[in-house]
């Protein structure tokens, strides 16, 4: 029984010749190697001290806040782009779009490209790779240019982010050591995509929206230096790339993501969007296709089989589209609407900031009293009520009205999203830890990425319809309430009015926009609280103490010394 239990293990953990030790393992003793081999790659010496442990968990921090910091740090400067590259609500969607898209698509390949080329090598490539493409936007002089820089900072961010999550695994191998670290570096990830907006903000205003990509190199520059002498190499099995799977995940997605974007533009029932529905649905399905037949496929199917994995995974995505997303709509409220600057925007999200700064330490010890679905529920329950407070925004809401609604935001992600995380990875074998964490965090760019695409489609119908009808009364031709619906998502009031308008007529036209836009926001936090509300029912609804069985497997799975290392 015992010896078919074990074949169980190395049958669902890996396939890919992991070295196991035949000895008993010396269970949590701390371990002062100089090498150790998965699969025969050797592994750099795991210092046992605390101090040597805290010098690669800073440089895995500020690698993982880079690359999430650029997820949100854009939303404040979208409308100063659009005005700057003369770009319209599609084109500044796709700002943020092609990042997040081509950062989570590629990010099950980046955790496979770390396990088989090495964690720390992969990880410094792509920082490198990173503060280039970085440079590409901030010098972009046309919006095709800065989405074309964009995909391909993605395309780094996603080799990137997978080994700051894996390299704790194997700096940290008992488990409790290892949960704290992985508490602290949901912080940093909430922290990060909080920040974003505060720091693009004062950025935008200080430096103007190129400064806010410029901010990376120094942060690149820190983790190139430090990153060599202070992290461990650790590498899996010779595992093969999923190729097929990339491509079909890439396509299916994209095409989908271009069909709800460019959708509201171009005409639900035009043949260019028909097509990419049609494309996106084909390509997804041809990876579902795919991932099942593939030898080694970069999205596990079996993993999906076990229900806290599938639900983390779930509750991950539902995170990125109901709440992550709202950035976006909120940074166009701020400055289309209340007329601010993107530094006032910016600040505007401090509270926030601050809240999950100060509610993430606290989700940890919450989940080992209550357990990781109720602090998950919990979570979500807050994030979904702090949106509908928000239906106290108006036209001309004072900040003091809704401030507080941020600071439960932060305080839902902040219980959230280090909980959702553990029940992903509880579900994997740590050998397995790189493929675990990239797929938990392209489920959570997904949802952005859809998020965006989808309630930017609401907002953006429910904005058309609501300003023709207002302005229809005011005598406009369709010709020109087109403009001004255009004018207005791409620079704000003052753009939509007209040079030939009357100061009383372009008073009201102003006044339609705004208030168009208001309703159509209010649809959009409706729908993130319901999304929000159905993922905390269905991590409610996760039986208690469920774990996957490779999660309950991997505390047990250790890496043997190589001959003569000790």
């Not at 509201?264 to 990419?276: F, M, V």
Request: glycine content about 12%; charged content about 15%.
């Amino acid at each position: 029984m015992q010896g078919r239990s074990r074949e169980h293990r190395l049958a669902f953990c890996s396939r890919r010749d992991i070295a196991l030790d035949s000895a008993p393992e010396r269970a949590h003793t701390p371990t002062d190697h100089r090498s150790v081999t998965i699969g025969g790659a050797p592994v750099a010496r795991r210092a046992s001290r605390r101090g040597h442990r805290l010098a690669p968990l800073a440089v895995l921090f500020l690698s993982a806040f880079m690359a999430l910091l650029d997820v949100t740090v854009v939303t404040v400067a979208v409308p100063d782009i659009g005005a700057d590259l003369s770009a319209g609500l599609s084109a500044q969607q796709w700002v943020i779009t092609a990042y997040t898209l081509f950062f989570s698509a590629f990010l099950l390949t980046g955790g496979t490209l770390g396990d088989r080329y090495g964690r720390r090598r992969v990880l410094l490539v792509s920082v490198a790779a990173f503060a280039v493409t970085s440079v590409l936007c901030g010098l972009a002089r046309s919006p095709g240019m800065l989405i074309a820089a964009r995909a391909l900072q993605g395309l780094a961010a996603a080799a990137m982010l997978p080994g700051t999550l894996s390299l704790i695994a194997w700096i940290y191998p008992d488990p409790k050591e290892r949960g704290r670290a992985i508490g602290m570096w949901s912080g940093v990830a909430g922290l990060a995509l909080v920040a974003g907006p505060v720091l693009g903000g004062w950025l935008v205003g200080t430096y103007g929206w190129p400064g806010i990509f410029f901010l990376n190199l120094p942060v690149a520059v820190l983790v190139l230096v430090l990153g060599p002498r202070t992290l461990p190499e650790a590498r899996g099995g010779r595992e093969g790339l999923d190729v097929a799977g990339q491509l079909t995940a890439v396509v299916g997605a994209g095409a989908l993501a271009y069909a709800l974007i460019e959708g509201g533009t171009e005409g639900w029932t035009s043949p260019r969007i028909l097509a990419a529905f049609t494309v996106g649905a084909v390509g997804l399905a041809a990876f579902a296709v795919v991932e099942t037949r593939a030898t080694d496929p970069m999205l596990p199917p079996a993993l999906f089989r076990l229900r806290p994995f599938l639900v983390g995974n779930l509750v991950s995505f539902l995170l990125g589209f109901g709440l992550f997303s709202m950035f976006f709509f909120l940074s166009l409220y701020m400055q289309q609407v209340r007329g601010e600057s993107a530094l006032h925007t910016g600040l505007a999200f401090l509270p926030g900031s601050v809240a999950i700064v100060l509610t993430a330490p606290l989700s940890g010890p919450l989940a080992a009293r209550l357990g990781q679905r109720l602090t998950i529920g919990l979570g979500l329950t807050v994030s979904a009520v702090s949106l509908l407070t928000m239906h106290r925004l108006t036209v001309d809401a004072d900040y003091g009205r809704w401030w507080w609604s941020l600071v439960l935001m932060g305080a839902g992600i902040g219980l959230a999203l280090s909980p959702t995380t553990a029940l992903v990875l509880s579900s994997v074998s740590r050998q397995r830890s790189g493929v675990g964490s990239s797929i938990a965090n392209a489920h959570r760019q997904f949802g952005i990425v859809f998020g965006v695409a989808v309630l930017g489609a609401l907002l953006t119908e429910r904005f058309t319809a609501l300003v023709s009808t207002k302005l229809d009364g005011l005598g406009l031709p369709p010709a020109e309430r087109d403009r001004v619906a255009d004018a207005f998502l791409r620079e704000g009031g003052s753009a939509a009015t007209g040079a030939n308008a009357s100061p009383r007529l372009a008073e009201r036209v102003i006044a339609a926009a705004e208030e168009a836009f208001v309703a159509g926001l209010h649809d959009v936090l409706t729908a993130g609280a319901i999304v929000l509300l159905a993922g905390a029912a269905v991590a409610v609804a996760l039986p208690a103490g469920s774990r996957g069985r490779a999660g309950a497997d991997a505390d047990e799975l250790r890496p043997v010394s190589a001959p003569g290392a000790e």
